[in-house]
């Protein structure tokens, strides 16, 4: 059967090429965004937030709430602090829960953001001291007094922490 096989050739060589083109990258971009859908939003069914959830009872879902904590210094004096510093929010076990901030002079009010499945917890913020880019700590350090809070997770409100500053001078020997 001679006549059933035929090849189609293109009046338009270019217009063929930038048609495959067209087609290869609409493939590949679908190829990662498929791949990239698991670092954007893991399944709850991911091996890595499984140990961090409490048991539930098999195939429930797990319920994320979503939380806000707003962290308010309150200087008590108007020194410029020396050195770099970074407000963090801790669990019980002091392991942060929410991306560090760092400190910048004359901010006050810092806002930071958790995912959990807990329904309640302890919550602290603390202000740390960061050493510089060559490892040096100032004499004169910003401290504040940790504040702690029991929290309900699940009422969508904002959770309020103070934090106390003071600036510590050096002493007259040093």
Same mark, same amino acid.
Request: hydrophobic content about 35%; some cysteine; overall charge negative.
């Given at each position: 059967?001679?006549?059933?096989?035929?090849?189609?050739? %293109?009046?338009?060589?270019? +217009?063929?090429?930038?048609?495959?083109?067209?087609?290869?990258?609409?493939?590949?971009?679908?190829?990662?965004?498929?791949?990239?859908?698991? $670092?954007? +939003?893991? %399944?709850?069914?991911?091996?890595?937030?499984? %140990?961090?959830?409490?048991?539930?009872? %098999?195939?429930?879902?797990?319920?994320?709430?979503?939380?806000?904590?707003?962290?308010?210094?309150?200087? =008590?004096?108007?020194?410029?602090?020396? /050195?770099?510093?970074?407000?963090?929010?801790?669990?019980?076990?002091?392991?942060?829960?929410?991306?560090?901030?760092?400190?910048?002079?004359?901010?006050?009010?810092?806002?930071?953001?958790?995912?959990?499945?807990?329904?309640?917890?302890?919550?602290?913020?603390?202000?740390?001291?960061?050493?510089?880019?060559? /490892?040096?700590?100032?004499?004169?350090?910003?401290?504040?007094?940790? $504040?702690?809070?029991?929290?309900?997770?699940?009422?969508?409100?904002?959770?309020?922490? $103070?934090?106390?500053? =003071?600036?510590?001078?050096?002493?007259? /020997?040093?």
């Amino acid at each position: 059967m001679p006549g059933l096989h035929r090849e189609v050739k %293109s009046k338009n060589p270019t +217009a063929m090429k930038t048609l495959n083109i067209v087609i290869a990258t609409s493939l590949l971009s679908v190829a990662l965004l498929s791949c990239q859908k698991e $670092d954007i +939003a893991p %399944s709850p069914a991911s091996s890595s937030l499984k %140990s961090e959830t409490p048991s539930e009872p %098999s195939g429930a879902p797990h319920k994320y709430n979503y939380v806000v904590y707003e962290v308010n210094l309150i200087p =008590s004096a108007d020194q410029v602090p020396c /050195g770099q510093y970074e407000i963090r929010i801790l669990d019980a076990t002091g392991k942060t829960v929410a991306a560090p901030q760092e400190y910048v002079y004359g901010v006050t009010s810092y806002q930071f953001v958790e995912f959990t499945t807990l329904t309640t917890g302890t919550r602290t913020a603390v202000l740390k001291s960061v050493p510089g880019p060559n /490892g040096t700590m100032c004499e004169s350090q910003l401290h504040a007094e940790a $504040d702690a809070n029991f929290i309900q997770f699940g009422d969508e409100h904002t959770h309020y922490f $103070d934090l106390m500053t =003071s600036v510590d001078s050096p002493s007259p /020997g040093r």
